[in-house]
Structures are given as structure tokens and as C-alpha cells.
């Protein structure tokens, strides 16, 4: 569970070698790459409190602002606050603990539509602890949101396929950097067997978890 999510590469100047081969210019490096150098990541983190615990995000504004900026509509005008998780899926392939967990505002007080940033453009992929908008068709997310216990590939955009929701994928935007344990103890907690239609049948937990609070916090300290 411990994995982390996948982020576009940015490269890094490494003195050692620049000793060994001679320090290279921007204008050396594919325009794509020189680019790339020159952005730093904007990292911005927000904590979400619940009544089981406290999960600590790590949005990344560089590589999906859209969605970024979405999110942190509703994280700083408190309308998470009184949401809830209420899906735990429960997938009974790969790796254990394998699913997701969704929460957020389920069509209420919610902003318009956010425009769809794909992964393969955001180059953030639906690994174990990556944060993704939940949505009907693509371009139709709002506030409600995933947390994935296990790597979900199947999530990402898929340009080569024949069908237009998988070509779309979905659009991830950030990592959970602490409180992986309440995101699984929830997750764990009882699930209705009648509430939910269609896949979500059998999904929704009952009772609902409670988001107290949603706000930004400073980055927390590098691990030792």
C-alpha cells in the first residue's frame, strides 16, 4: 500500500555529472524536456479530517491545475465539510487490499463541471493512494472523488481505445501522503447489501463516514 503514485518525470541537474560530461545548456535538451526543467511542481496539501481520522493530501497543481483548482474551490469555501465517504468498493482480484473509496458532496451544493485532464496528458496514474474525481461522462466531475487502495490501471486514460469513456479515463490529480490506515479502516467499515444501483449495489457504506473538515495544511516534514 505503501507504493507511490506515478508523476511525469522532471529532471533534475546532477553535479556529478555535469563534472563528468560538461554542464549542458537548456537549448541542449528536447524543447519538451527544456520546458519540463524550467516548472517547478506546485504541491498543495489539504487535510481532511473525519470522524475515523485525518488523511493528508498532496494535490499537484503543475501537472492537473484544473482539477486542482476544483478541488480547492470547495476545500477552501468548507463545502466538504459535512460530507462523507459513503462507497467502499471491494475488487476480489489482484493484490489485497484491492478497491477504492469514494467520497464527497454526491450532486449537492457543487460547482459547475470541471473540464476533464486526462492521465496521459497529467501523467498521473491511478496507483495505491493516488486521489481521482469520480464522474458520469467525461467533463461532468464535480466534488466527488476517489481514493485508490490498490493500483487500478484500467482507470487511466486508454488513447487507443475503441470506447470513449475508456479513452478518456479518469482524471487524477494527487496523492495521499499520510493517513493510509484511516483511508483503509474506513474502507473496511460495514457496507449495506441492498443499498446502491447497478456496480454500485452492495458498495455503500452504511453508515456513511463523516468529513468534518476539509482544509490546506502546510507540507508536512521530509521523512527521515
Known amino acids: 500500500m505503501a507504493r507511490s503514485i ?23 535538451l ?43 474551490k470547495y476545500v477552501d469555501g ?5 460530507a462523507t465517504f ?7 482480484w489482484g493484490d489485497q487490499p484491492s478497491g477504492l473509496l469514494q467520497g464527497g458532496l454526491q450532486g449537492v451544493n457543487v460547482f459547475p463541471p470541471v473540464a476533464h485532464e486526462p492521465t496521459d496528458v497529467t501523467g498521473i496514474s491511478h496507483k495505491a493512494g493516488t486521489i481521482s474525481m469520480a464522474r458520469f461522462a467525461p467533463g461532468s466531475a ?32 494527487g496523492h495521499v501522503v499520510s493517513g493510509m490506515d484511516v483511508v483503509r479502516r474506513i474502507w473496511d467499515e460495514p457496507r449495506s447489501p441492498t443499498k446502491g444501483e447497478g456496480v454500485m449495489k452492495g458498495q455503500i457504506l452504511e453508515p456513511a463516514i463523516k468529513i468534518v473538515s476539509a482544509r490546506r495544511v502546510p507540507a508536512p516534514p521530509p521523512a527521515s
Open 86 to 92: 459513503y462507497r467502499a468498493m471491494h475488487l476480489d
Open 78 to 82: 468548507k463545502r466538504f465539510d459535512g
Open 142 to 173: 464535480t466534488a466527488d472523488f476517489t481514493i485508490m487502495l490498490s493500483d487500478i490501471p484500467s482507470l487511466d486514460a486508454q488513447p487507443a481505445s475503441d470506447n470513449p469513456d475508456s479513452r478518456a479515463g479518469f482524471a487524477a490529480f
Open 30 to 72: 528536447p524543447p519538451a524536456a527544456a520546458a519540463e526543467a524550467a516548472v517547478p511542481v506546485e504541491h498543495v496539501y489539504v487535510a481532511l479530517t473525519t470522524s475515523t481520522g485525518v488523511i493528508v493530501l498532496d494535490l499537484d497543481k503543475t501537472h492537473a491545475p484544473l482539477t486542482v483548482a476544483n478541488f480547492l
Open 6 to 28: 506515478r508523476l511525469a518525470a522532471v529532471p533534475l541537474v546532477v553535479a556529478a555529472c555535469a563534472a563528468l560530461a560538461g554542464a549542458a545548456s537548456a537549448q541542449d
